[in-house]
């Protein structure tokens, strides 16, 4: 079965500062990669989505990840935080039969 | 365009006891999941459909879930007798028909439900 894994529960940054969130996950075929974002009191929405092609994908609000295949990753960054970023990031990959997600990483970024 | 809608929004049980959860996909969306999220874990799945039919239920606990979707619109979680693990955020999703935007899930806002 497909395991993602996300390298931190929580992290704590300031404004301005820049956010790079770890994803890997343990399937060899082909994938289609996702983040979401949960906003507090919102529902899960998506950020950004890897299908094919070039390895860098831009998605909302500022964000950017890059497909890493050898490496089995899928990091999330964003140069410069705002507050507004504060919110749980979820990394999901999905293989031939389902979507799993990682257990998610809280941002909480300070004013 | 509407979203997911889920209802109730919240639920308090005590064990033993039976619920139901509600969900109205995206208009036109074939595919409809249920997702369990317990706190400090990532979304599992517990049952897809497309349209009415099951695709994968491999981790609904059949013993106490069930689901339905008839007509192939909206769609019911049941668990039946509770137990105080199932507390948890029962999410429902959707995606529509075909290609790659068949790739990408709509959440709705789940059901937060607690088992006392």
């Known amino acids: 079965a497909q395991s993602v894994s996300q390298h931190n529960h929580h992290v704590i940054l300031s404004e301005a500062a820049s956010l790079e969130l770890g994803c890997n996950y343990s399937?060899?075929?082909?994938?289609?990669l996702f983040w979401y974002v949960q906003y507090p009191g919102q529902h899960l929405q998506l950020l950004l989505k890897?299908?094919?092609?070039?390895?860098l994908v831009k998605g909302i609000k500022g964000f950017e990840a890059e497909f890493i295949k050898s490496k089995f990753s899928f990091n999330l960054r964003k140069p410069s935080v705002q507050w507004s970023d504060t919110a749980e990031y979820f990394c999901?990959?999905?293989?031939?039969?389902?979507?799993?997600f990682g257990a998610g990483t809280t941002v909480t970024v300070r004013a | 365009e509407a979203g997911v809608a889920q209802s109730p929004r919240y639920k308090i049980i005590e064990k033993r006891q039976s619920v139901a959860f509600w969900c109205n996909p995206i208009?036109?969306?074939?595919?409809l999941y249920w997702y369990q999220q317990i706190l400090g874990q990532g979304p599992k799945l517990l049952i897809q459909?497309?349209?009415?039919?099951?695709?994968?239920d491999s981790q609904l606990p059949k013993d106490r879930f069930s689901a339905e979707r008839l007509k192939g619109v909206d769609s019911t979680l049941k668990i039946q007798p509770a137990k105080l693990e199932d507390s948890a955020v029962y999410l429902c999703?959707?995606?529509?028909?075909?290609?790659?935007?068949?790739?990408?899930?709509?959440f709705g806002p789940g059901t937060r439900l607690t088992v006392t």
């Open positions: 399937y060899g075929g082909t994938v289609n």
């Open positions: 999703a959707s995606s529509p028909r075909g290609g790659t935007s068949s790739y990408e899930q709509y």
């Open positions: 999901a990959v999905k293989d031939d039969y389902k979507l799993s």
């Open positions: 208009s036109g969306h074939a595919t």
């Open positions: 890897y299908f094919s092609g070039d390895p």
């Open positions: 459909f497309q349209n009415n039919g099951v695709v994968d």
